[in-house]
């Protein structure tokens, strides 16, 4: 009786030691983000006014004081030293307004020639599906990552698209949530409150 026992017994004895011995493979790498880095959004632009020449709204009041991890390698940066001038761009890959007025803000980070800096801010999004529409649209301009609405609740954005006019000495001039802003309407905001005239 013993023997038919152990018979029985080691096969499965053998299944088990094989089982621990495999070893899960290792997750799959993130697909790199088309974005580019953030650590340049703490200098001001290099070819930028010292001092804005454009008009505020009557709320220069500075960027919040949040700390938002880069969309490309997770450096936290801290809106409070972010320095203009500066369009912030908050949007989401479900917002479909979001995704019609993108497409206007990369032209604008491509004309700037170093006037201003162009950031966006993905809000209360997926990181996949934000990844995907970076990619389907061509989206470069360096992007924060803010799953948790911290920008939109700190500048008291209803909802989104919203975007913020932020001056050389990293004040708010002004915030617009008209809905999505064309190639036109984005370059007189920023010429009114930024002073900055960019190419057509």
Same mark, same amino acid.
């Given at each position: 009786m013993k023997r038919p026992l152990a018979g029985l017994l080691l096969p499965l004895l053998l299944l088990t030691v094989a089982a621990c011995g495999r070893s899960d493979p290792a997750p799959e790498p993130e697909p790199p983000a088309p974005f580019a880095d953030c650590a340049a959004l703490t200098t001001a632009p290099s070819a930028g006014p010292a001092d804005s020449g454009g008009k505020p709204d009557g709320s220069t009041r500075p960027l919040p004081d949040v700390g938002l991890p880069c969309f490309t390698g997770g450096a936290e940066v801290s809106l409070a030293a972010v320095r203009g001038p500066a369009v912030v761009n908050l949007w989401a890959a479900w917002? =479909?307004?979001c995704r019609k007025e993108l497409p206007a803000f990369q032209r %604008? $980070? &491509?004309?700037? /020639?170093g006037q201003l800096h162009v950031i966006g801010v993905d809000t209360r999004d997926d990181r996949d599906d934000a990844r995907d529409l970076a990619g389907e649209l061509g989206l470069t301009f360096p992007t924060l990552f803010d799953p948790g609405e911290k920008l939109r609740a700190g500048v008291a954005a209803p909802g989104l698209p919203a975007t913020v006019f932020v001056d050389a000495q990293g004040r708010v001039r002004h915030l !617009? +949530?008209? /809905? $999505? %802003? !064309? !190639? !036109?309407? %984005?370059? $007189? %905001? +920023? &010429? =009114?409150h930024l002073g900055v005239v960019v190419p057509a």
């Open positions: 917002c =479909q307004p %604008l $980070a &491509e004309r700037a /020639g !617009d +949530v008209t /809905g $999505a %802003l !064309d !190639d !036109d309407k %984005l370059a $007189a %905001l +920023v &010429e =009114q």
